[in-house]
């Protein structure tokens, strides 16, 4: 597939990171992974394959506990803490953000937050098990 036809495949207003830096977006790209509370993380390929890519991370205490031995060597852990205005701010110019959310982040979770804040933003999510 050229780069054009991945232009046209993709929806209006959907961005490649890449495309994104280059324009300047303030929030371009949010990388979201669903995680349970097992030490031992049984993530899906497509979610394993995201973190050696990733610079920026995100997620509360107990996700960093859970996923710092995966991270890449020198990257960047954001804490999501309240108020969650502070968090969102820390979020502004960077292209990609990969972020830990607790099992399925779509249902009632940190992903309908950042899709409600960052309206814009180009969203990726991959759910774990959700035992509701």
Known sequence: MSKNDAKRARPEGT???SEATKRNDP?????????????????S???????????VFSGGKRHYELMKSR????????????????????YMGIPEIVVFASGDPLFYGFAATIRREFPDARIEVYPTFNSL
Do not use: H
Request: proline content about 12%.
């Open 15 to 17: 961005l490649l990171p």
């Open 27 to 43: 929030f371009a790209s949010f990388l979201i992974i669903g995680i349970s509370d097992n030490p031992e993380q049984e993530l």
């Open 45 to 55: 390929k497509p979610a394993q394959e995201v973190i050696p890519r990733g610079k």
């Open 71 to 90: 991270l890449p060597m020198g990257a960047q852990w954001i804490e999501i803490t309240v108020p969650l205005a502070d968090v969102f701010k820390q």
